[in-house]
């Protein structure tokens, strides 16, 4: 199972996905637009989360860019 | 000299005239019996001819040896009738000895003379019932044999046409119910070689055919595998009827529905239904289009552990759920709602007292719904290990 992270604020979001759709296009949905996201395996997030607010991440090499929910819906719409 | 009788005849009992008669009447027996052997030898020569040349004899007999015969049966005809003017011209001068003499002889000889002609007739009837060969391999003759002992195919008629065999095929017996060991004939492609195959292998090839082509029964039992579905491209669909434009109307079961068609599960895993084209088609599509999108309807829900490692548990019309921090979570719409007008419902599991916890909705748009857990009294966030959030709207 993966997990995908990016930088949000001072911290790190994490998105736990589900559904038939691609970990990467959920990434890039559901990302906010032009931040950049890592797709980490679960094992990779602690499951202490006793310091949640403390977790940080390295975004130097992200996986992609996210283009938010709105854009992605309107790129499948306009597909079909 | 003996005479027919047996009695013996003395030349010196009869005087010159008599004896004169008697030598005449020799001469014409003679002559007689000269031309029975003719007779006899005619039949013999006869017969062999029918037996070597059949028809070709009969013809010969007809033609050259039946007026010989008739001359020597009016030769014999004449000297009867010689025989009774001398026998008339006697009798008038008193000698009737002769009669014991000349009767015997002339009865001898008519009766030589009527068994030839009855041999004659025999021979000609039996004769007629026979063949020329000169009929042979002719029209309306006979078929003769080759070295082999066989009859020609020169003269035979035309065995194979397809009129004969038609005809042939025409008159078999009708089968209704064939067995799987019964025959069927046909030709063999590029010529004209005939072959047969049996029912039954007929049948496995037809079943190899259709399976290749519809679907592998090996494990059917009644109801289509939906495995084993037609696939076209991506999309695994079931042709239905087809429309009056053409186009094939479908139950697809994965994409988006093509115009006439219905996807059990369209983009987002939600029931969609194609365009009609049939007027009266279109309350259908609405009807289910209404109730699909029913406000009564929950258009989202997760239920998700919001400790440890967060996982969602179960969801409907959910992409992922973000974690913001503790007791912090967005939830990421699979397909938007109409609008941001919607109603929400949270419930958390993790104390049995119901004024330990509060939830709020921390903002919302189409796409998403950002929640919080925390204690009712304070101010901070705390994760649950049971946070449940349905969505109903447009």
Redesign the interface.
Known sequence: MHRIIYPQGDGVAVIIPVGPLPVTEIARKDVPTGVPYRIVDVSDIPADRAERDLWSADFGEPDGYGVGAEAWFAEQEAEQ | MNSQNGAKVDYQDFDERTVDFIKKLKRVFADINIRIAAVEAIKTMADDFERRYGQVALDRIDAGIAPVLAAAIEALDQTRADLAALDAAYRENGIERVDAIINPLIAAAQAALIAADQKVAELEAFLATKQSVAEKGQANGYAGLDAAGKVPTAQLPALTTTATVGAALAGANQEATPADGDRLAGIKAGGSTAFWVTLGNLKALLKAYFDAYVLDRSNHTGKMPVSELAVSGSARFVIGRTATNGNAGQVLLSA?PLANSVALRG?G?ILKVGAPEEDDDAATRKYVDDNASSPGVAKAW?N?NG??????RD?FN?????????GDY?I?????LGNAKYACAMSTEGSTNPSTYGTAVVSR?A??LRVKTGYAYTSGNV?MAEFSVIVFGA
């Open positions: 988006d983009a895993g997760v998700f400790t440890n490692t967060v996982a969602i969801s959910v992409s992922s759920i973000t974690d913001n921090g503790v967005t990421n719409f699979a397909a938007p748009t796409s998403a994760d």
